[in-house]
DNA sequence: CGTTTAGTTGAACCTTATCAAGCCCTGTGG
DNA sequence: CCACAGGGCTTGATAAGGTTCAACTAAACG
């Protein structure tokens, strides 16, 4: 089903074939760890349903959410031995998972596969550095802006203006940890966007509606 | 002298005179900048000497550092249709540039150099993943420290403890704008560095002499 | 029901930004 | 040769944005 956004998006019948003698399906639980940061890298993935969120940690036990993966987003690190990030889904997910070493060769036998993966590593390096803006020179309330226009170009990649409703994939805690902010900070920032009508949403909730997308880009992108 | 760290690195000699066919040796003085964020994407390069900085910024113009590239380095991005980042030399700098047409044609006829590329990628993207965990959760402090042990890394990749001499690539303004910070906050920060004998610097200077890598790493990191 | 968990809200505090002044070095022009 | 302007840096005072701590609400769950 998403086979076109994803690395197996550009490959032959033959190819995708070879990578999915490799391949095993499997459904992660809400919160359930699939790697953690300082184990052997052993594993690549594909999301295929659900997400999963990518984390740092500082050694005193502050975390970050360095990526936020969707289905057809590739996960992993290739020629890495060891991995320093932890991945865990959230909600329930499914992942097609690739052995590392295996994946790694299939990788050697098959160019386009390798071409998409390196097309795909270029656009996450640019999300990053995308992050890597809000973080250095971002307020709380532009932050916030821009993860729910992020969430919503994700969710509804054709809409152009006009209220659409959203569903918040991470919670207020994953939030925080997501923009390198508090809880209490996020709440109250969406709270506000809430009173100056630029969303509509129950309190408490993960839906949310975007009234204005125009007031919206406004704040998370000023000028 | 940068080949075995480079993309050239892993290559055969008919490869290294395929990229040279179309590379074009070009020395940018200080402060010159390589490539417009908003222009068409038109160039792919390796670092040879001296360093560049690749910078995004926000529409009412704050500006942030989101990488520091050294000899050996590749900077660009192949497949994009245009520059979303801003590239300067910091310090006079010698490139070796690449067309980005060709250099993608010269890849796609090349696996090892793809390969290279490919692995070149995903170390950026660790990188930028770390800095997404400096932005997010650490604090002043913590960031200039991070950012001297780095800079302390690349120029004495070998260097375990004692005292170290190194050369700040970059001033204190951009210092700033690479951690997220003001170049207050930045000076600052120094200064109770050399206070508290952590590093010897002369005001004002560029020169920094790491008195205590394992004091510096024990504020980088805390546990 | 009582307990737990996620979220909201308020008050006090703290880190960092902002504003302002001054220093030092360099380069320039009288 | 000196006065002066400018840039890069430091330092101080003040302000603000966000964190921390704490209380509280509402839904979920045994």
Redesign the interface.
């Known amino acids: 089903m998403i086979r076109d956004s994803s690395l197996c998006g550009a490959m032959q019948d033959n190819e995708l074939h070879a990578l999915s003698s490799i391949a095993r399906r499997k459904t992660f639980p809400t919160g359930q760890v699939v790697a953690w940061s300082g184990d052997p890298n052993s594993v690549c993935a594909n999301v295929v349903a659900g997400a999963v969120k ?1 984390t ?5 036990g ?3 959410i ?2 936020l993966l969707y289905p057809g987003d590739f996960v992993g ?4 031995e060891d991995a ?2 932890t991945v865990t889904a959230v909600g329930e997910t499914d992942l097609c998972l690739f052995p590392r070493g295996p994946f790694e060769r299939t990788l ?1 036998e098959h ?1 386009t596969m ?2 998409r ?3 795909q ?2 656009e ?3 999300g ?6 809000s ?4 307020n709380a309330a532009e932050r916030i802006a821009s993860f729910l226009l992020e969430v919503l170009d994700r969710t509804r990649p054709d809409h152009e203006d006009g209220p659409a409703e959203i569903d918040l994939p991470i919670s207020r805690g994953e939030m925080a ?1 997501y ?2 902010l508090t809880i209490e900070t996020v709440s109250r920032q969406l709270t506000r966007l809430r009173k100056d009508g630029v969303i509509a949403m129950a309190k408490g909730d993960r839906c949310c509606t975007v009234l204005s997308r125009e007031r919206l880009e406004l704040i998370a ?3």
């Open positions: 990518v740092a940690s500082t050694p005193d502050r975390e970050q360095v990526g690190h290739p020629f890495a320093t990030l050697g160019r390798e071409r993966l390196l097309q590593t270029m996450s390096l640019g990053a550095q995308q992050r890597i803006l973080l250095g020179r971002k940890d923009l390198g992108d000023p000028d």
